[in-house]
């Protein structure tokens, strides 16, 4: 959805606020797709703040449906973003403004801004709680579940050649 701020970005101390609806359903990172299953309106604050800049300012909550970093158990992940950013009417330069992709023209291009709010604040690792003990490397079971019994010591690499001289007298 777009948003048009001409009003606000040609009037000195013009102020708007406006309630728009997410129509993004996925968002997307890399090779990766999580799918949004609750999304609040995007609230916003235009404020002019002098003569062809603005500052957009609001929030919103998204809820997807994401897997745990460690023992890939689907797992709800709620972001509650708030945002405070910068823009200028085409063909004003400002140092202040840093990036326009969400812009085209006087057109605030609403899932452009909130796909890069979401990727500024995604988080690194996503887990389903904090002491999760993941999978086994040897059969794949959820450790979360119980212990599975396989052999899982793996040896010190430092050791690796003195192994190979045990290794080595055995064949002989």
């Not at 797992?75 to 405070?84: D, G, H, I, N, S």
């Not at 330069?93 to 085209?104: A, I, N, P, R």
């Not at 291009?109 to 490397?137: M, Q, S, T, Y």
Request: glycine share 6%; charged share 25%.
């Amino acid at each position: 959805m777009l948003v048009n701020l001409s009003d606000v970005l040609t009037s000195e101390g013009r102020q708007m606020t406006r309630e728009v609806p997410l129509e993004m359903t996925r968002f997307e990172i890399g090779r990766e797709s999580f799918e949004i299953i609750e999304k609040s309106p995007v609230s916003f604050v235009f404020t002019n703040v002098k003569e062809g800049k603005a500052k957009i300012s609001g929030r919103v909550e998204i809820t997807f449906q994401t897997s745990c970093a460690r023992c890939l158990t689907g797992v709800r992940t709620t972001l509650k973003l708030e945002f405070e950013h910068f823009v200028v009417s085409p063909g004003i330069e400002d140092t202040d403004v840093d990036d326009l992709s969400y812009m085209e023209g006087f057109q605030l291009d609403v899932d452009a801004f909130v796909h890069n709010e979401i990727l500024v604040n995604w988080p690194v690792k996503i887990l389903c709680r904090e002491d999760c003990k993941g999978i086994c490397p040897v059969c794949g079971q959820n450790l979360n579940m119980g212990e599975c019994g396989c052999d899982t010591f793996v040896p010190d690499p430092r050791m690796a050649v003195i192994q190979d001289i045990f290794n080595a007298d055995k064949e002989v």
